[in-house]
């Protein structure tokens, strides 16, 4: 007895090709997935910051003047302004939030949020447009009073992305 198949198999090039615009549809979506998570982070961070900013203003009015600068840590006696009573970790990944009153003849207040540690490595930089020439010392800020900088040690037109300037950035 004789069994005939007439079943078509896929070829060896009709396989690729298919393998091949499998593995572009991948990787355009999961391009797709970490711009949108980025866009997350930023959108947490600015939250975030407006909540600094809230709280940063109920000190001012109790005290008369915004707390002394720290080094990447919540200002004495800001823990009753704040949820929680701490800074929460920065939204992107590595990221801190730091509290700049910088006194002097230049002087700035403002709410940053870092990329790099504090010796200004194992740098982390945001996938957003903003971030493109970002380096060891830029940072994300929230503005209060004065020209408000990416880093204490840059000029004003260092690469740094401010949230709350209207259309300086």
């Given amino acids: ?10 070829t060896l090039i009709e396989l690729l090709i298919v393998i091949a615009v499998i593995t572009i549809l991948s990787s355009v979506l999961m391009s797709v997935i970490r711009g949108a998570r980025s866009d997350a982070y930023t959108a947490r961070a600015i939250t975030e910051f407006k909540s600094f900013a809230q709280a940063m203003e109920f000190y001012l009015i109790d005290y008369d003047e915004y707390p002394p600068d720290v080094s990447r840590n919540i ?18 990944p590595g990221s801190v939030y730091d509290w700049d009153n910088i006194t002097g003849s ?29 380096d060891d010392k830029s940072a994300m ?18 690469p740094g992305y401010c949230v709350s300037c209207k259309g300086e950035n």
């Fill in 1 to 10: 007895m004789k069994v005939f198949f007439n079943k078509k198999a896929f």
């Fill in 75 to 92: 200002p004495a006696g800001m823990e009753e302004y704040l949820g929680g009573g701490t800074w929460p970790d920065g939204p992107h």
């Fill in 106 to 134: 230049d002087p700035y207040i403002q709410i940053s949020l870092r990329f790099c540690d504090i010796n200004g490595e194992n740098c982390n930089f945001p996938d957003e447009p903003w971030a493109e020439d970002f």
């Fill in 141 to 158: 800020y929230w503005c209060f009073e004065g020209e408000c900088r990416s880093h204490p040690d840059r000029p004003v037109d260092h």
